[in-house]
């Protein structure tokens, strides 16, 4: 009610609800907002009278993926944030915000029905499967080659054509704030430590401490580690970068064959811009495709189970 409530308001005040980039989309999606709402709203009502029936498990599901969708962008608000820069419109991260917190709210209800006995027990602390953790592998090595291109730039050399301080004029023009900036003047990238936080997600997810704190962790270790802590930005992470990655990929590849033209933006030609956009886009996507794996893995292997 709350989300539908919004959308409402902005619908009808003209508010952008969407943004890409700098250029906002059409005021009128806000509509499309009132109707994800809606729908949230008569799906839940039906379930509360009437109960979890198949049905209506599949149209929260539906709903719950369409406020997936709107939410989309969340994780780029958290990270500008983090660096102390500005997000694009307070209005439009108020709406990831609310459609985030629905889809998970929506996924709960839809999964209500399975919760367990008051019985329960947390099953045992274990690492994921091989398949899983060769997922994790792939999804660090993916970002090796960004990481170098950016640590490049950082330490003032040049790669695509760009040098380093060509990079740091156009972050500077682009509104970087003063803590990214003083980052890459120590030859430091702030998206590298994010990658490397990410890894560590990674890892955490598919390794048996991001169950149980380690010993490293000093007065934690031995505690159980909130599932929250991990599942929270996992599941942010994935439906953030997975298809963004995807869609870029897919993107470079008709670029690369001619089918669409890659644009020049701040690089020298469309040719640096289509090397670096495959570099990054590789990276998030198979990250983001292994963030999703090891997501769900971590998420049956810590689920709750009822005891004998």
Same mark, same amino acid.
């Given at each position: 009610m709350?989300?539908?409530?919004f959308g409402?308001s902005?619908?009808?005040?003209?508010t952008?609800?969407?943004?890409?980039?700098?250029?906002?989309?059409?005021?009128?999606?806000g509509?499309?907002?009132?109707a994800?709402?809606?729908?949230a709203?008569?799906?839940c009502?039906?379930?509360a009278?009437?109960?979890?029936?198949?049905?209506l498990?599949?149209?929260? $599901?539906v709903?719950?993926v369409?406020?997936?969708i709107?939410?989309f962008?969340?994780?780029?608000d958290?990270i500008?944030?983090v660096?102390?820069?500005?997000?694009?419109s307070?209005?439009?991260a108020?709406?990831?915000?609310?459609?985030?917190?629905g889809?998970?709210?929506?996924?709960?209800?839809?999964?209500?029905?399975?919760?367990?006995s008051?019985?329960?027990?947390?099953?045992a602390?274990?690492?994921?499967?091989r398949?899983v953790?060769l997922?994790?592998?792939?999804?660090?090595?993916?970002f090796?080659?960004?990481?170098?291109m950016k640590l490049?730039?950082?330490?003032?050399?040049?790669?695509?054509g760009?040098?380093?301080?060509?990079?740091?004029?156009?972050?500077?023009?682009?509104?970087?704030?003063?803590i !990214?900036?003083t980052?890459?003047? !120590?030859?430091?990238?702030?998206?590298?430590?994010?990658?490397?936080?990410?890894?560590?997600?990674?890892?955490?997810?598919?390794r048996? $401490?991001g169950?149980?704190?380690p010993?490293w962790?000093?007065?934690?270790r031995?505690r159980?580690?909130?599932? !929250?802590?991990?599942?929270a930005?996992?599941?942010?992470g994935?439906?953030t970068?997975?298809?963004?990655?995807?869609?870029?990929?897919?993107?470079a590849?008709?670029?690369?064959?001619?089918?669409?033209?890659m644009r020049r933006?701040?690089?020298h030609?469309?040719?640096d811009?289509?090397?670096?956009? $495959?570099?990054?886009?590789?990276?998030?996507?198979?990250y983001?495709?292994?963030?999703?794996?090891?997501?769900?893995s971590? !998420?049956l292997?810590?689920?709750?189970?009822?005891?004998?």
């Amino acid at each position: 009610m709350a989300y539908a409530g919004f959308g409402l308001s902005c619908a009808l005040s003209g508010t952008p609800l969407f943004y890409l980039g700098g250029d906002h989309g059409p005021s009128a999606l806000g509509w499309g907002v009132v109707a994800v709402g809606s729908l949230a709203v008569v799906a839940c009502g039906a379930v509360a009278r009437l109960g979890l029936r198949p049905p209506l498990r599949v149209l929260l $599901w539906v709903v719950c993926v369409l406020a997936g969708i709107a939410a989309f962008g969340l994780l780029m608000d958290v990270i500008t944030l983090v660096f102390g820069q500005g997000v694009d419109s307070g209005v439009a991260a108020a709406n990831h915000v609310l459609a985030a917190g629905g889809a998970l709210l929506l996924a709960a209800t839809a999964r209500s029905v399975r919760r367990p006995s008051a019985g329960a027990v947390v099953a045992a602390q274990s690492a994921a499967s091989r398949p899983v953790q060769l997922a994790a592998c792939a999804g660090t090595v993916a970002f090796l080659p960004y990481a170098a291109m950016k640590l490049i730039w950082a330490s003032g050399g040049t790669f695509a054509g760009i040098a380093g301080q060509e990079m740091l004029a156009i972050s500077k023009r682009n509104g970087a704030s003063g803590i !990214w900036l003083t980052l890459e003047s !120590w030859g430091l990238d702030a998206t590298v430590l994010l990658a490397a936080l990410g890894v560590f997600l990674l890892w955490g997810l598919v390794r048996p $401490w991001g169950q149980v704190f380690p010993r490293w962790t000093l007065w934690l270790r031995g505690r159980r580690v909130p599932r !929250w802590l991990l599942l929270a930005p996992a599941l942010i992470g994935a439906a953030t970068l997975a298809p963004y990655g995807v869609f870029g990929v897919g993107y470079a590849a008709l670029a690369t064959a001619d089918v669409v033209t890659m644009r020049r933006g701040d690089f020298h030609s469309s040719s640096d811009a289509l090397l670096v956009g $495959w570099i990054g886009m590789a990276a998030f996507a198979i990250y983001g495709v292994a963030l999703i794996v090891a997501t769900r893995s971590y !998420w049956l292997r810590t689920r709750s189970i009822s005891a004998a």
